[in-house]
C-alpha cells in the first residue's frame, strides 16, 4: 500500500539553525500537510498545500517557516531560525483531494530535536 | 473558543471486550468527524469517518456514532485484542466555519488491552 515518507526520521539542530524536513507524499494525491506534535501533546495543524500555494496555515506557521514542493516528488518544511520551542515531532501528510470527506494519510515523521 | 475534548485517562480493559472511547466538542460545527489510531513514536493512521448527518458507521470491529446534538461522537472496538493497544485521535475537519481541510486533533485516549 502506497505511504508517506519522511527524512530524516531523527534531526537535531543548534538553536538559531535552518532546517529543512523532507517528504515523499502518495503519488496521486494532490493535498498536502504539515502538522507537529509536542512531546505529551495533541498533533497541530500547521499548513496545508495544493497547486504549488499553501491554501491554508495556522497562527503556528509564521515568517519563520515555508514549505515548499521542489519537484514532483517532494514537499517540504523550512525553519529559518530555530527555537527551543520548535522542538517536536512534525508529520506530513497528504489526500486524495481537499475535501473534507477525504481521510488524510500520514507519514511516521521526523522528531526534531533543538538544543 | 472551539474545543475537543477526549478521556484524558488511560482506558484498560480485557481482551474480548468492548472499548468505548468518548469525543466531545464545543463551538464547532463539523461536517465531518474522523478517527485516527497512534502507536508509539509513529504518525496516525486513518481509521473510519463520520458525515453529519449519519448517526453510525461500522467497518469490521469498529463502530463510530456521531450525535450532532449532543456534540459527541463514541468509538466502539468490539473483541478487543491486546494489538488494539494505542493512543485513538478523534479529529474534525473546519465544517461549517470554513475550516476546509485542515483536521484539528483531540489529544487523544491511550487504550490498553490486557490478557
Known amino acids: 500500500e502506497p505511504e508517506v515518507t519522511q527524512t530524516p526520521s531523527h534531526q537535531v539542530t543548534q538553536m538559531g539553525q535552518e532546517v529543512i524536513l523532507r517528504c515523499v507524499p502518495i503519488s496521486n494525491h494532490l493535498y498536502f500537510y504539515w502538522y507537529r506534535q509536542i512531546l505529551g501533546q495533541k498533533v497541530e495543524f500547521l499548513v496545508s498545500f495544493y497547486n504549488n500555494e499553501i491554501s491554508e496555515k495556522s497562527e503556528i506557521f509564521d515568517d519563520q517557516f515555508s514549505v515548499e514542493r521542489p519537484d514532483g516528488s517532494n514537499f517540504t518544511l523550512k525553519i529559518r531560525s530555530t527555537k527551543l520551542e520548535d522542538s517536536a515531532m512534525y508529520f506530513c501528510a497528504s489526500s486524495v483531494t481537499g475535501n473534507s470527506n477525504q481521510p488524510q494519510h500520514f507519514g511516521d515523521g521526523t522528531r526534531l530535536s533543538i538544543l | 473558543s472551539q474545543k475537543i475534548e477526549q478521556n484524558s485517562e488511560a482506558l484498560n480493559i480485557q481482551e474480548g471486550k468492548t472499548a468505548t472511547l468518548t469525543c466531545n466538542y464545543t463551538n464547532y460545527s463539523p461536517a465531518y468527524l474522523q478517527w485516527y489510531r497512534q502507536d508509539p513514536g509513529r504518525g496516525p493512521v486513518f481509521l473510519l469517518l463520520?458525515?453529519?448527518?449519519?448517526k453510525e458507521k461500522r467497518k469490521e470491529r469498529l463502530k463510530v456514532t456521531f450525535d450532532t446534538t449532543l456534540k459527541q461522537s463514541l468509538f466502539h472496538i468490539t473483541a478487543s485484542q491486546p494489538a488494539d493497544s494505542a493512543t485513538y485521535l478523534c479529529?474534525?475537519?473546519?465544517?461549517?466555519?470554513?475550516?476546509?481541510?485542515?483536521?484539528?486533533f483531540g489529544t487523544g485516549t491511550q487504550l490498553k488491552v490486557e490478557l
Open positions: 463520520i458525515r453529519e448527518n449519519e
Open positions: 479529529a474534525l475537519d473546519g465544517g461549517l466555519t470554513g475550516g476546509g481541510n485542515k483536521l484539528t
